[in-house]
């Protein structure tokens, strides 16, 4: 089958990463790291697995950083390669192993990504996991799998950037029959979004900024939303449809991004701003919450300056290795500064559960307004075109690109 394979090459990863800032065709040129190859379907790893059918297949921020080389090292032990990419997937089990028992041949399903302990049929389970916090297992590189912190990172498992990869039973989820395949790909980054909000300590009458307003920025929006917190919620865009979905999904109001967020806050929120003898400005008061969807240093940097004392960071976008952030300011204003990476199980209403589920359920509640996220489809055969989409999707006035596979 054809499929969209990352192979590993020391000296195209160096080259890919020195040329991407620059010129962004880099990341699919004549170095890339990527290639569009005749692979082997992977087998059934043991009994407990499934063969899925890919339908939908999303492009991720941190599949983009990985093709653009731009992602952190910190992530570079907890892969095996060549791998094919792509774990925001819905898709159609194809194949049972003996001893499935949760789903059935014809299911539509989603994926949990995290190949974690009972994934690699480890026992006991590890601290993490046995606390509900899959995504951050420490035995991703044991088990019966090769190493791979998450489907699309591993060779064994396969990806949804191919007509069929594998997966634990334990990672299936199935989509209701009134969950669109549009609403249904979304599930995994907004279970991402969901797990930033929760992880929050947001309170009624607290103001609430969002930095960025991609995929996540978005879905982050309406997380708050669908979970019933009413507070204002001010949403940092730069382009007009990110500013037009914001606003449709129940951001309060748009800032602006960059330097003229330092005019536009302060005046949304009655915050004083000073100017030290050099760089950026400081306030004195700001929003209570901040999410930083981006994972940017400038906007990590943004996102300590614009929280008022006492205040809460959540880091819901994939961060690299920032550069420029002043600690003074988590320092001075005793910031809680949290990350938020994956999912799991949340505490949420007295109640324990999975962060998919909840998802599934509020998507499903609100799917006339996420659908329209998903707007830009294209076969495998063209995914060069679909990297350069999602790379400049917001200039494109476009927000999620994904890979569209037909029916056999």
Not at 299 to 306: E, F, G, L, P
């Amino acid at each position: 089958m054809k499929a969209v394979q990352y192979t590993k090459s020391i000296p195209r990863y160096l080259a890919v990463r020195a040329l991407s800032s620059r010129a962004r065709g880099a990341a699919t040129g004549p170095l890339s790291l990527l290639r569009h190859a005749d692979v082997d379907p992977p087998p059934l790893p043991s009994g407990r697995w499934i063969r899925v059918r890919t339908r939908l297949s999303g492009i991720c921020g941190s599949d983009l950083a990985t093709v653009c080389a731009k992602g952190s090292p910190y992530f570079s032990p907890f892969i095996s390669t060549p791998f094919v990419l792509g774990h925001e997937v819905v898709g159609e089990v194809a194949e049972t192993g003996a001893d499935v028992e949760d789903v059935s041949v014809g299911d539509r399903i989603v994926i949990e990504p995290a190949l974690h302990c009972t994934v690699r049929d480890i026992s006991p389970v590890c601290q993490p996991c046995s606390r509900g916090r899959y995504a951050a297992c420490e035995n991703v590189l044991r088990g019966n799998l090769a190493p791979g912190i998450q489907t699309g990172y591993c060779r064994d498992t396969g990806g949804g950037w191919s007509p069929e990869f594998v997966a634990h039973e334990r990672q299936a989820v199935r989509v209701p029959d009134g969950v669109s395949d549009e609403a249904a790909v979304l599930i995994e980054p907004f279970a991402c979004a969901l797990h930033g909000v929760l992880r929050a300590s947001v309170v009624p009458g607290q103001s609430v900024l969002i930095l960025g307003c991609g995929t996540i920025g978005l879905l982050t929006i309406a997380a708050l939303r669908g979970l019933g917190f009413d507070n204002d919620i001010l949403a940092s865009a730069k382009h007009p449809r990110q500013k037009e979905l914001a606003l449709s999904l129940g951001a309060t109001a748009i800032v602006p991004t960059g330097a003229t967020l330092y005019d536009e806050l302060p005046r949304a929120t009655g915050a004083t701003v000073l100017h030290p003898e050099i760089g950026k400005p400081v306030l004195i008061g700001g929003v209570d919450v901040t999410f930083d969807c981006v994972g940017a240093s400038s906007t990590i940097d943004d996102a300590v300056r614009m929280t008022r004392s006492g205040g809460e960071v959540i880091l819901v976008g994939m961060p690299s290795i920032p550069t420029g952030v002043d600690w003074t300011n988590i320092w001075h204003k005793e910031l809680r500064v949290q990350g938020a990476y994956a999912y799991g199980i949340e505490r949420w209403r007295d109640t324990h559960t999975r962060t998919f589920a909840l998802a599934m359920q509020l998507i499903r509640d609100a799917e006339e307004l996420l659908v329209p996220l998903v707007d830009a489809k294209y076969p495998l055969h063209r995914y060069r075109e679909a990297i350069l989409n999602a790379l400049h999707s917001g200039r494109r006035g476009s927000v999620k690109t994904v890979f569209e596979f037909p029916p056999d």
